[in-house]
Antibody, heavy 120, light 107 residues
Framework: QVQLQQWGAGLLKPSETLSLTCAVYGGSFSGFYWSWIRQTPGRGLEWIGEINHSGSVNYNPSLKSRVTISVDTSKNQFSLKVDSVTAADTAVYYC??????????????WGQGTRVTVSS | SYVLTQPPSVSVAPGKTARIACGGN??????VHWYQQKSGQAPVLVIY???DRPSGVPERFSGSNSGNSATLTINRVEAGDEADYYC??????????FGGGTKLTVL
């Protein structure tokens, strides 16, 4: 049974870099895509991007220019960086496992979430 | 981008049936997944592939998908089902959009 635990800085100033890490416990690290999703009251749930164990990445086109997702297979961890944050990046950020099937995929399970606030 | 539309809220009495819709252009040609999010918690998968239930999800939860609308149905609603529910698809290219969410209130 896969479990995810995430951590990272919760308070940032505008123009700083958001950095979060998610550790995967209790299951295979290969065979899935490892995703980041954020949630705000205004935009709801928004998929940010994902990576697999071999480093293949997919990004939401609306965020692609500022987002980097990386993987450390030796630690069964993956990470998110968002450059040049603004108040609009204030959200609860989740890591999640994406089960991939041809032409679809769903998220199960999710990490506990990290609230990130961007404020001067 | 592919847009999923959900009603903001649905109210139902205990023991009755709740139906939560998720609209999208030809959504019946896509595979729809549903999540339950209780207050202060992370979302949890309750239906995948339109109508499949993960282990541990009660049989009261079911899903269907046809035409321009998918539906999450919760039979014999309980107080513990009160939560926000979100639908999600793969848009066929490079995005995994979610619906705006529906708040289920148990009266």
């Amino acid at each position: 049974q896969v479990q995810l635990q995430q951590w990272g800085a919760g308070l940032l100033k505008p123009s700083e870099t958001l950095s979060l890490t998610c550790a995967v416990y209790g299951g295979s690290f290969s065979g899935f895509y490892w995703s980041w999703i954020r949630q705000t009251p205004g935009r709801g749930l928004e998929w940010i991007g994902e990576i697999n164990h071999s480093g293949s990445v997919n990004y939401n086109p609306s965020l692609k220019s500022r987002v980097t997702i990386s993987v450390d297979t030796s630690k069964n961890q993956f990470s998110l960086k968002v450059d040049s944050v603004t108040a609009a990046d204030t959200a609860v950020y989740y890591c999640a496992t994406r089960i991939v099937v041809v032409d679809t995929g769903w998220f199960d399970p999710w990490g506990q979430g990290t609230r990130v606030t961007v404020s001067s | 981008s592919y847009v999923l539309t959900q009603p903001p809220s649905v109210s139902v009495a205990p023991g009755k049936t709740a139906r939560i819709a998720c609209g999208g252009n030809n959504i019946g040609t896509k595979s729809v997944h549903w999540y339950q999010q209780k207050s202060g918690q992370a979302p949890v998968l309750v239906i995948y592939h339109d109508s499949d239930r993960p282990s541990g999800v009660p049989e009261r939860f079911s899903g269907s998908n046809s035409g321009n609308s998918a539906t999450l149905t919760i039979n014999r609603v309980e107080a513990g089902d009160e939560a926000d529910y979100y639908c999600q698809v793969w848009d066929g290219s490079n995005d995994l959009p979610f619906g705006g969410g529906t708040k289920l209130t148990v009266l």
